[in-house]
């Protein structure tokens, strides 16, 4: 995980009932480090998200790009046979 070395202050407002849920299960020593491990946790998961919704676009092209090549030199690699 990408480690960030540079803390800026800022203020959140949150739902009074999330507030209660964090305290209640917070494993570390104060609410910020859950805040900040819960925003970094969860842009770990977008980013993998992404580069998955990239990498299944890329295969589906590639198999496309296959499928047109395979039709091409199928005729071709056929005649041999023949």
């Keep these: 995980m990408k480690t960030y070395s ?3 202050k800022t203020t959140v407002l949150f739902e009074k009932g999330l507030l209660g849920e964090i305290d209640q299960y ?3 020593p104060t609410r910020r480090e859950f805040l900040d491990q819960a925003c970094k946790t969860y842009l770990y998961e977008l980013k993998r998200r992404s580069i998955n919704d990239q990498l299944a676009t890329a295969c589906a092209e590639a198999s496309d790009e296959d499928v047109a090549v395979n039709e091409e030199w199928e005729s071709i690699t056929l005649e041999a046979w023949k």
Excluded: Y
């Design 6 to 8: 540079h803390k800026v």
């Design 26 to 28: 917070n494993p570390f």
